[in-house]
């Protein structure tokens, strides 16, 4: 599990300037797939080694009268779920009744809030922010967001303290995982463990059904977990002799009415899935064909590097015309991700579920399969004879030797001379003959570039 930061604040404090900064490393991810919208509300952080979720609660429209009324709900929700609130206010135009509002209504919740006096670049940062310990809230956290001054200082005061309870939350320097030794040891472990599958989707698209319907069929050992909403349900599970563990965004377990059908969503729950997940099942409404919301979900998907599988639900009942105009349009919007297997199934009448795990199998053994050193600079010096790295600054590129720095994702590292200077485009024609190489189906690859030997 990854702790969760939510930003508030009134508008124009830099909440978003904020979340744009502690969001950017994850989305160079992403950006390997042009098409995808980032989510400008909710993120996957990753800042000098510090892995957690961020929400940029946006809602808060700092009106004085009532700041009940004003918080829309999904602001609410945000602050409810996050283990950490940064209430962001502007150093630059001082202290005022929409900050009092706000700080009056977190006084209120059972939560480590901090206050965060952003913009303090060129201005004395200690006399301007002086006035908002007024707010009863403690220490002044200064920073100037859109420079990065005091981010990472913020960070560590705010989000260390939360270690013990989520371990998950630090990531290893760089240089350090990616030693040959410590992506064996990562896969020796990812082995031994049971498959860890996320049942995500946005809502109704089927989910619960989905999930009873595997249950169902499956000896199933489930137990009770306390939990607020947005804990997922992990329940074991055995399937063709190989062990499981279904983590359950739709709450199958806790679902008791149809209220509580509704209010069982939240993006916050899908992120902790997907993070925690080694394979990701992505569930899309065929009758209600690709929306802003799945794409969104499936940008969070391939930024976590997790493996995927997609599956159009809902496909019983359908003209064939229809069924022809939904398989273009998923060609159209979805054709980019050509790594991630496409299922057509019917979570109410069972149809096509079965295969489903052949996919997801598929995807685990190929986010797990073993690489060496040996085998990847074979085919390292292959893609390089077949299409010469560029001339860069007037000496030829050169990759000298590459080897496994991870997995699920498989990460390939690459060693050589300037070959941080490669251009994207041969970067990607990398990528592209290592997927082919290695014959992977179901899970991005990550290659990695590293000067000198
Ligand atoms: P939001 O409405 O809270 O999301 O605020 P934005 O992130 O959109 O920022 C509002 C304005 O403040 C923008 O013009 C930003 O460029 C500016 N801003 C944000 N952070 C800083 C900062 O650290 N220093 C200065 N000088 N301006 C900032
Ligand atoms: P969730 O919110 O994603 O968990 O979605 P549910 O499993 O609660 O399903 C939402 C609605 O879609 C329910 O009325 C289901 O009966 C219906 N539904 C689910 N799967 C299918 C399917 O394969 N075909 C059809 N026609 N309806 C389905």
Redesign the pocket.
Same mark, same amino acid.
């Given at each position: 599990m990854l702790p969760v930061v939510a930003l508030v604040?009134r508008?124009?404090?830099? =909440?978003?300037?904020l979340f744009n900064r502690l969001t950017r490393t994850r989305d160079a991810l992403v950006a390997d797939f042009p098409g995808l919208t980032r989510d400008r509300k909710y993120g996957q952080a990753n800042y000098e080694g510090l892995q957690f979720i961020v929400v *940029?609660t946006?809602g808060i429209s700092g009106d004085e009268q009532g700041i009940d009324m004003a918080m829309a709900n999904q602001s609410l929700m945000a602050i409810d779920e996050a283990d950490v609130v940064l209430f962001?206010v502007d150093a630059r135009v001082g202290l005022t009744g929409a900050d009092q509002g706000i700080a009056e209504h977190l006084r209120k919740q059972n939560k480590s809030v901090y206050v965060v006096a952003? =913009?303090v *670049?060129g201005i004395d940062g200690d006399s301007e922010s002086a006035d908002f310990f007024a707010l009863g809230l403690g220490d002044v956290n200064q920073i100037?967001?859109?420079?990065g001054r005091g981010v990472t200082q913020l960070l560590t005061h705010t989000l260390m303290p939360l270690a013990e309870q989520f371990p998950d939350m630090q990531v290893p320097e760089e240089e350090e995982v990616t030693q040959e030794q410590d992506a064996e040891k990562q896969l020796e472990k990812l082995l031994a463990s049971p498959i860890k599958l996320a049942i995500v989707g946005k809502p109704n698209v089927g989910k619960s059904t989905l999930t009873n319907r595997i249950l169902g069929e499956e000896r199933v050992v489930v137990y009770d977990q306390p939990g607020t909403t947005r804990d997922s349900i992990f329940i074991p599970m055995e399937r063709d002799g190989r062990e499981y563990v279904l983590i359950d965004t739709a709450g199958v377990r806790r679902r008791r009415s149809i209220s509580e059908a509704v209010e069982k969503f939240s993006i916050v729950k899908t992120l902790q899935a997907i993070e925690e997940a080694n394979v990701v099942l992505l569930v899309i409404d065929a009758q209600e064909g690709i929306t802003d919301q799945d794409l969104s979900l499936l940008g969070f998907v391939l930024n976590s590097g997790r493996s995927l599988v997609l599956a159009v639900n809902k496909w019983d009942g359908l003209d064939k015309d229809v069924k022809d105009e939904i398989k273009r349009e998923l060609d159209r919007r979805l054709g980019f991700i050509d790594f991630a297997r496409l299922h057509f199934i019917s979570a109410l009448h069972g149809t096509n579920v079965g295969h489903l795990f052949e996919s997801v199998q598929e995807a685990y053994n190929s986010a797990t399969k073993r690489i060496n050193t040996s085998m990847l600079t074979r085919i390292m010096d292959m893609a390089q004879a077949d299409h010469q790295p560029p001339v860069v600054r007037g000496r030829r590129v050169k990759m000298k030797y590459a080897h496994a720095g991870g997995y699920n994702p498989p990460i390939i590292v690459i060693h050589g001379n300037q070959v941080k200077d490669l251009p994207d485009s041969y970067k990607r024609y990398m990528m592209n003959y290592f997927r082919k190489s290695l014959k992977v189906m179901g899970t991005p690859i990550k290659v990695e570039f590293r000067e000198g030997a």
């Open positions: 604040g508008p124009n404090v830099g =909440k978003s300037t *940029d946006g962001l952003n =913009k *670049d100037a967001a859109a420079h």
